[in-house]
């Protein structure tokens, strides 16, 4: 023991004693020693605590998971199933064996050159008729490759093989192509809404996939960026440049692909993501492949006429108001192109989203003080950028009914306005829509819950029940934000706000959800037309399907009885493909304002609802009147 510790000591340069050392670490709490030594070292391995110098082994890496073929896919879905030998024809030498197999009643057939190869080909076909790929054989012979352990859709974790084949056997089919739905009936489980996805009426287009299964459902072609996939499909393309825009801190790129004659772009914040998004387009258009979206980013059809691909048409409308934008600023570089939101006004009036015309454009984020209000009219009360979007829209409309009931019949054909065919007043000609696009969540009760971008983990609203969702909001005077309204008797009147008492101004949210009621044209123009609704309202960011499509439309479907002509209006919602970058720095206290025909921007103080120089807006109250009565005495 002696000879021990004269030994430790000398090998620890006189540090500790062995007992110490162990007494010591006895007290610590995680059980090591001061001196960072959890054990005194061995005797006679001259100061190592092993007999050997031995270097650390190394980790062995597992090698790569192979992927599962169709026929253990197909077996782990349905076990115990029988392959029969149909017939084998061909020479000896090369001979091509048929096996069938039997799955829910459907017979497949699968033909090779060996039964084991001939049992492969028939599993594929059963598992192909279930995803309903168009051109399944060559979506699969990308895919299948490279299916790896993480995109297995057969997990046992899901419990997915039922519930695949239990949607496969009793539900009913699902027309519409351009919306992948969240269950089995086509409805949208996670709004707590149900309505039928409605048939297209564009040609030629491919049917659905089966819906998604649970959260750990990853789609084939995960792992695999759009490119890849794309180019196994279709080997040697070449990705074209088109276009560069954007200011400094957002830019923006085309690039463009041509795929069986088609032509395809994808736009992005970078060339790369860009391509991505022209092979993706081509992907969706011609093979019905979609890439994993979170339910939160998934676009949200229209009920009602769809013209259009989602994705594909919220995409060019986010581009049509942006350059437009651009352009009206010189490129971004006048004063005036300083902004917080950017809405816009696009109508199409077909199936070809490339005849899209911008109506108006316009930004701001403020409303007017109190004290500026105007008994006249003359000052614009609420300079939100959708909102003043809408009143250009609404001066829009006036032209073209200007331009309808004029004496020159060219003057009238270039109207979108034709009469009632059994009634009077005037509607819009056939496939003629509008599309609402803002560059971020209306404030209001759709952003309040979504300050942030979804995630891919982001399956939607958790807490959809709590109080303070759909509740009425007012926008704070003379700033940003919003806050509930009080549930007091107090009426706001026009004396109270001039004695300081607080302007109160519904939210944007508030404010269309109620247009989706009555329509955008306002309550003048409705002597005239029938309601006018938005087709689709596309966001530029911040873009989440349950909080948006509470905030439009699915806090108010409670409403019935609604008067001939108006209805609840559900028009597609969606994001677009390259989230607009947040905008740095303060608000500016200004809003502009364009509409087609309209030499150049118009510039209003948010503060006072009128320009520098203290003139009334083209939009305001008053000169919207003045357009109304121009009309009404033509009638």
Not at 88 to 103: C, D, K, L, S, Y
Not at 118 to 131: H, P, T, W
Not at 531 to 541: A, D, E, H, M, V
Not at 617 to 622: D, I, P, T, V, Y
């Amino acid at each position: 023991s002696c000879s021990t510790d004269v030994k430790e000591n000398r090998n620890l340069d006189n540090l500790f004693s062995k007992e110490r050392v162990a007494a010591e670490a006895a007290q610590l709490p995680n059980g090591s020693a001061v001196g960072g030594r959890k054990r005194p070292l061995e005797e006679g391995n001259n100061g190592h605590t092993h007999s050997k110098y031995r270097p650390k082994k190394r980790k062995k890496v597992p090698g790569p998971i192979l992927p599962k073929n169709a026929l253990m896919q197909l077996n782990e879905i349905k076990p115990g199933l029988q392959y029969k030998l149909l017939s084998q024809t061909g020479p000896v030498h090369a001979p091509v064996f048929v096996m069938t197999v039997e799955v829910n009643g459907q017979l497949f057939e699968g033909s090779g050159p060996t039964k084991k190869k001939a049992k492969l080909n028939a599993a594929e076909k059963a598992l192909r008729s279930f995803v309903q790929f168009p051109n399944a054989s060559e979506a699969h012979m990308a895919m299948g490759r490279t299916l790896s352990v993480h995109t297995d859709f057969t997990s046992d974790q899901a419990d997915f093989p039922d519930m695949l084949f239990n949607a496969f056997e009793t539900s009913t089919p699902v027309d519409d192509p351009f919306y992948l739905a969240s269950n089995s009936n086509g409805s949208f489980s996670s709004l707590g809404i149900e309505y039928p996805l409605l048939p297209s009426p564009v040609p030629n287009l491919v049917q659905p996939p089966l819906p998604p299964a649970p959260s750990t459902f990853t789609s084939p072609t995960s792992g695999k960026n759009p490119v890849m996939i794309l180019n196994e499909l279709r080997p040697g393309l070449k990705y074209d440049f088109v276009s560069e825009s954007g200011e400094s801190h957002a830019k923006n790129f085309v690039m463009s692909v041509t795929v069986d004659a088609q032509n395809f772009q994808g736009s992005g914040r970078n060339k790369k993501l860009a391509k991505a998004r022209a092979a993706q387009a081509a992907l969706s258009a011609l093979f019905n492949m979609q890439l994993d979206q979170a339910p939160s980013r998934q676009p949200i059809p229209r009920e009602g006429l769809q013209l259009h691909l989602p994705q594909v048409l919220a995409d060019a409308v986010s581009r049509l108001v942006v350059d437009k934008f651009s352009e009206l600023t010189e490129n971004f570089t006048s004063p005036h192109a300083r902004r917080k939101v950017l809405a816009g006004v696009v109508m199409t009036t077909g199936t070809d989203v490339k005849e899209a015309e911008v109506i108006c454009v316009s930004t701001g984020t403020k409303c007017i003080n109190g004290e500026y209000m105007s008994d006249r009219g003359l000052a614009l009360n609420d300079c939100h950028a959708e909102i003043v979007a809408r009143r250009s829209l609404i001066r829009y409309l006036y032209s073209q009914l200007e331009h309808f009931l004029s004496n020159h019949e060219e003057e009238q054909q270039k109207s979108i306005f034709t009469r009632c065919d059994n009634r009077q007043g005037f509607r819009l000609k056939e496939n003629v829509q509008f599309h609402l696009y803002i560059s971020t969540s209306p404030c209001g009760d759709a952003r309040i819950f979504s300050p942030h971008e979804a995630g891919v983990e982001d399956q939607g609203d958790r807490h959809p029940n709590r109080k303070a969702r759909g509740q009425l909001r007012t926008k704070i005077e003379s700033g940003e934000g919003t806050i509930p309204v009080r549930t007091s008797n107090t009426i706001q009147t026009w004396d109270g706000v001039l004695q300081g008492e607080r302007l109160l101004t519904m939210s944007c949210s508030d404010k269309i959800a109620r247009w989706n009621v009555v329509g955008f044209q306002g309550s003048l123009m409705s002597y005239f037309t029938e309601p006018i609704y938005f087709s689709s309202i596309i966001l530029g960011s911040l873009y989440h399907a349950d909080h948006l499509s509470r905030a439009m439309y699915q806090r108010i479907t409670e409403i019935e009885d609604l008067p001939q002509s108006f209805s609840l209006n559900r028009p597609l919602l969606s994001g677009i493909s390259n989230a607009e970058a947040r905008q740095p720095g303060k608000a500016p206290n200004f809003s502009v304002n364009w509409t087609v025909g309209d030499q150049g921007l118009e510039v209003i103080n948010a503060t006072t609802g009128k320009d520098d120089l203290g003139r009334a807006s083209r939009l305001c109250k008053h000169a919207l009147y003045s357009r109304w009565m121009r009309l009404h005495c033509k009638v």
